[in-house]
């Protein structure tokens, strides 16, 4: 079974940057496809950004631009660089893997909080 573990959230001033981390065990993390996604409170949980196993980046369009996703294939860790924060960012953030042969697995998130 596949854990994820999110980490690197907290709280940021309007206009700033963190970087989120996914920290993954297993051996499939290489070639799984790997999302971030957010949820805040009282909404249902919007996708942010994906990386495939061939290194496809794919992006919401509300962080295109601000948002670079990466993976570390020998660290078993995937990042979300954020950046020019909003406070319509403050969401928990979730990373997703989805396994070659059809699994798919969820972190317990990090929080993001952007003040004004």
């Known amino acids: 079974q596949v854990q994820l573990v999110e980490s690197g959230g907290g709280l940021v001033q309007a206009g700033g940057s963190l970087r989120l981390s996914c920290a993954a065990s297993?051996?499939?993390?290489?070639?799984?496809?790997i999302g971030w996604y957010r949820q805040a409170p009282g909404k249902q949980r919007e996708w942010v950004a994906t990386?495939?196993?061939?290194?496809?980046?794919t992006y919401a369009t509300s962080v295109k631009g601000r948002f670079t996703i990466s993976r570390d294939n020998a660290k078993n860790t995937v990042y979300l660089e954020m950046n020019s924060l909003k406070p319509e960012d403050t969401s928990v953030y979730y990373c997703?893997?989805?396994?070659?042969?059809?699994?798919?697995?969820w972190g317990q998130g990090t929080q993001v909080t952007v003040s004004s």
């Open positions: 997703r893997l989805d396994s070659p042969w059809g699994y798919t697995y």
């Open positions: 297993g051996g499939t993390f290489s070639i799984s496809a």
């Open positions: 990386i495939d196993n061939r290194g496809t980046i």
